[in-house]
């Protein structure tokens, strides 16, 4: 029978071996990071950070400042999809105000998919008015499919009635 004493070798080697993968690993990807935000404008950081958070003065004072409106994350998320995913109207507005792209997306998911996701109707149908077209199939889902997932009722009314008054499902 094995004894504490010949299980700690062999337990120390394998600390020690997933410690120098994950240093490999934080190696490789953490430069990767680190030159995704070199020369990232500070403007972009603010605006991002402000959208999530539904801070408007911030948001107007990073547009003032020059920041992009279609400025993207380090994980490809814009300001407008961080206001969407939020619920933060007042925030979507300013941004669709200053022509934030309606349609731009991030792996299959644009604004207008995170307010059917997160049930906010009226910034769906202010991201319709503004432009995003409920009927986009983006890997295989539209606006719909989200709204039928996520069992919301009153999101497939709205979207219905849309695609009713002038847009049509593919």
């Not at 972009?44 to 994350?73: H, I, K, T």
């Not at 644009?110 to 009927?135: E, K, Y």
Request: aromatic content about 4%; overall charge neutral.
């Amino acid at each position: 029978m094995r004894t504490a004493h010949h299980i700690r070798p062999w337990l120390a080697r394998f600390v020690l071996v997933i410690m120098f993968a994950l240093i490999a690993l934080a190696a490789r990807y953490g430069a990767d990071l680190q030159d995704r935000l070199a020369g990232w404008p500070r403007g972009n950081e603010l605006l991002l950070s402000a959208a999530g958070n539904g801070d408007n003065e911030r948001l107007e004072r990073a547009l003032a400042e020059g920041a992009d409106v279609n400025a993207r994350d380090i994980f490809g998320t814009t300001a407008l999809m961080l206001a969407c995913s939020n619920g933060n109207e007042a925030t979507v507005r300013r941004l669709v105000d200053h022509d934030a792209a309606v349609t731009l997306d991030n792996h299959g998911i644009d604004a207008l998919n995170s307010a059917v996701i997160t049930g906010n109707t009226s910034i769906v149908r202010l991201l319709i008015q503004s432009g995003a077209d409920p009927r986009r199939v983006l890997r295989g889902r539209s606006a719909i499919d989200y709204a039928i997932e996520y069992n919301s009722p009153a999101m497939v009314r709205v979207l219905s009635s849309t695609l009713r008054d002038g847009h049509t499902l593919k």
